[in-house]
């Protein structure tokens, strides 16, 4: 591993102090000073971190109340009034929020105006079901520099260059300007076979980079390929986030890149919820993001111990405010003593809500759960699907339609799949009333029955 060199420091340095606060300040995110204040709140005492985040649920339940339709009348029909709630305990008085509560609501009784521009973020997240969600500049400064902090405990300094799997490859120009400050050099994840993969380590090689970031699936076969042509160099971080990071993923990463992951957990909805600090397996939750809320199926708290469904409630309203937002996956609550690392915030001990497998396509290219989530989130005529590979050649789909869907919106959905990265691949569509659940009451949307070879 190379020491970080004295112009990276001061790049670090300018950024952090500089540049981006002024970009705060024009773009209205003020991202880089709640990042600062993150900084130090990570190591308040629990009664102090406990009272913030009291005062922060009581204004997102009063704003909610006063804006928002669809809350005022949930919390009327309760006989409650945002006074009633004060602490994460009251929240059991109020009712779960689904998608399926929200969707028909959107956008005129579930979003508020904030004084920003807004814009619409589709997702799909774990549960494989279209879901539209309103987000401003200040929320999505919000949450980065949550994002921020967790790259930071993984060891990440601002101003090292690094390199990571995304999914939106055509950058507008302030992204460009940003990813160029930031000294962040992207990779599709969308084209994973082993040419892509080649350049994609040549890049590490030829920048120096020393941070290697991204969706869990790439960065396995990133390990895999690696690990094959002997390639081995060390990273400084690792960092992971959407599909689910399985052990044999970990365990391949860390034998080649010779770091540990640190795994991350957000939603496309606008929220950080929780990332590992490196103490075991421990995630934080991001507790002054989010309160969060493990239920069994009956809707009572699960035990410790046990998985329950995670009901995610945000400490920040913005243009939608997500109070009790069901959001499909499952975490374990666990042991919650203190962290040897310090950190005051709460702990998580696991998030298991994505379960999916990857597509390998006839030429070698992998389609991860990203690679349909991220493309199948546009199609707001489709409510859910699943994708199923039972044959090398081709997959099917399954498609629970929405009103609007049509022949040309499958002809269209095909076409945008195989120009991505699955071109060799015969794609067939199958419209169905309902996607079937797993024994285990879960949704796969990528279920691969032909093994998996690729997995050590
Ligand atoms: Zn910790």
Not at 215 to 226: E, K, N, Q, V, W
Not at 259 to 268: A, E, L, N, P
Not at 347 to 368: C, E, F, H, K, Y
Request: proline share 5%; net charge neutral; glycine share 8%.
């Amino acid at each position: 591993m190379q020491p970080i060199s004295f112009a990276e420091r001061g790049w670090g340095w300018m950024l952090d102090n500089a540049l981006l606060p002024v970009g705060d300040f024009v773009f209205g995110q003020r991202m880089i000073s709640r990042l600062h204040w993150l900084q130090s709140a990570q190591w308040w005492d629990e009664a102090r971190l406990k009272e913030e985040r009291d005062r922060l649920l009581r204004s997102v339940l009063e704003t909610a109340y006063r804006d928002v339709p669809f809350y005022r009348d949930l919390m009327n029909a309760a006989r409650l009034t945002p006074a009633d709630i004060r602490t994460p305990s009251d929240l059991s008085r109020l009712p779960v929020v689904t998608k399926d509560m929200l969707r028909p609501a959107y956008p005129r009784l579930v979003t508020r105006p904030t004084g920003q521009q807004t814009y619409e973020v589709h997702t799909s997240g774990s549960t494989g079901k279209n879901f539209a969600v309103l987000e401003d500049a200040r929320t999505r400064g919000w949450y980065l520099s949550s994002f921020l902090l967790a790259l930071q405990w993984a060891g990440w300094t601002i101003g090292e260059a690094q390199l990571q799997t995304g999914m939106t490859l055509q950058r507008n120009l302030i992204r460009v300007l940003k990813d160029r400050l930031m000294r962040c050099h992207y990779v599709s994840a969308f084209d994973l076979d082993d040419a892509h993969l080649d350049a994609a380590l040549e890049l590490l090689d030829h920048k120096n980079i020393q941070h290697l970031w991204g969706y869990s699936a790439s960065l396995y076969y990133l390990a895999l390929r690696a690990s094959s042509k002997g390639w081995n160099r060390p990273m400084r971080s690792i960092v992971t986030w959407g599909d689910n990071l399985y052990p044999h993923y970990r365990r391949a990463i860390q034998n080649t890149f010779g770091s540990t992951v640190f795994d991350t957990y957000g939603i496309g909805e606008g929220l950080q919820v929780s990332a590992q600090c490196g103490h075991g397996g421990n995630y934080h939750v991001h507790t002054l993001d989010a309160i969060v809320e493990y239920l069994d199926d009956a809707g009572n708290p699960a035990p410790d111990d046990q998985p329950g469904n995670l009901i995610l409630t945000r400490l920040h309203a913005g243009p939608m405010p997500l109070i009790r937002y069901r959001v499909g996956d499952v975490g374990i609550r666990g042991d919650q003593s203190p962290c040897p690392c310090g950190r005051g915030f709460e702990r998580m001990q696991a998030i298991s809500g994505r379960d999916t497998d990857v597509v390998v396509t006839p030429s070698g290219n992998r389609l991860i759960a990203e690679f349909f989530n991220g493309l199948i989130d546009d199609f707001l005529e489709i409510d859910s699907f699943q994708v199923i590979q039972e044959r090398a050649e081709s997959i099917l789909i399954y498609i629970v339609p929405r009103p609007g869907y049509s022949p040309q919106t499958r002809r269209q959905l095909v076409e945008t799949l195989q120009r991505n990265g699955a071109a060799d691949l015969r794609i067939e569509i199958e419209s169905v009333p309902r996607i079937p659940l797993t024994a285990g009451g879960k949704r796969r949307y990528v279920i691969n029955r032909m093994g998996r070879p690729s997995a050590s």
